[in-house]
């Protein structure tokens, strides 16, 4: 079965689209089908593997476009060296058309997906979300059997989980009852930091009292790593750029820990 991974936090800046970027990336090494949807106005992920927005489809077109002039999701795959990408668009930033009916337009991803070859054609869909709670984000949490919440260690990042757990409790208990939590990251850690003393206490404490949400704090943290930002300043998938990085290492960890896999490094593209 297709899993389908919304990568979420209303937070902004706490590793949502590096995540996303470097485990699509590891697992086409591991040899999977990927499709990365890139629901996020600012593009990041979309440049780093550089799909376009211009001249292309994009999410935009066949989510919100106007009726007349929307188009089929398949349509807007685009095919890149990396993997299939369906791309990002800053006009994703007002999702109003979306809200007219709110119960259609929660399931409006999910109603496209289903009724599209994409559960046929890929393993994993991968979503980089934007760091808002709006009808994007709920129309990604309708679809997905899975999240991903990246955190910082910081007290207030860790603090600001709980909004985020209310808005999955809410789509738990109305439209999507299956969706699970695969685990709660903590990316761009200071090794120097002591991560048990900081966030991971808080953010322990928080998961023990969601009981009923089977919180997950992953053992695998990303580490800083300078690698990350120069690569995304390069617009090169960080693996590529630096495959020996703290951060490069961490994400090959996660990618065990979260889904069992080994990447295989002969399917390593441009390094
Ligand atoms: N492991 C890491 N090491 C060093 N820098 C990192 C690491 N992870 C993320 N960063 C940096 O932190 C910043 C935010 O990361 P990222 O863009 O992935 O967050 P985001 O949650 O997608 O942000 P937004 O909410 O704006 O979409 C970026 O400048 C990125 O380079
Ligand atoms: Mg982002």
């Known amino acids: 079965m297709t899993k389908i991974i919304g990568i979420i936090n209303n937070k902004g800046g706490v590793g949502k689209t590096t995540t996303t970027c470097q485990l699509s990336y590891m697992l086409r090494m591991a040899g999977k089908r990927v499709l990365l ?58 999702p109003s058309a979306l809200s007219k009916d709110l119960q259609s337009g929660m399931l409006r991803l999910k109603n496209m997906i289903d009724n599209s070859s994409i559960r046929d054609n890929y393993d994993y869909v991968l979503i980089d979300t934007h760091p808002v709670t709006d009808m994007i984000l709920y129309n990604v949490l309708m679809v997905a059997t899975d999240v991903i919440i990246p955190v ?67 053992d695998t943290y990303i580490r800083r790593s300078v690698a990350v930002s120069e690569s995304q300043a390069m617009r090169v998938p960080l693996f590529e750029y630096k495959k020996n990085s703290n951060a490069s290492k961490d994400y090959e960890a996660l990618l065990q820990e979260c889904f069992g896999l080994d990447v295989d490094y002969s399917n390593a593209i441009g390094i």
């Open 152 to 218: 910082r260690a910081g007290t207030y990042e860790a603090e600001g989980i709980v909004k985020i757990l209310k808005v999955i409790k809410e789509v738990k208990n109305s439209q999507n009852p299956d969706i699970n939590i695969a685990g709660i990251l903590f990316t761009d850690i200071d090794d120097r930091t002591n991560i048990t003393l900081l966030g991971r206490t808080l953010v322990q404490e928080i998961a023990d009292q969601e009981k009923d949400l089977d919180l997950k704090i992953f």
């Open 37 to 94: 949807i890139d629901a996020d106005s600012q593009k990041n992920s979309t440049g780093t593997f550089r799909a376009k927005s211009e001249g292309e489809a994009t999410l935009y077109d066949c989510l919100l476009a106007p009726d007349k002039y929307r188009v089929d999701i398949e349509e807007t795959i685009q095919h890149t060296k990396y993997m299939d990408i369906i791309a990002g668009d800053e006009l994703l930033d007002d």
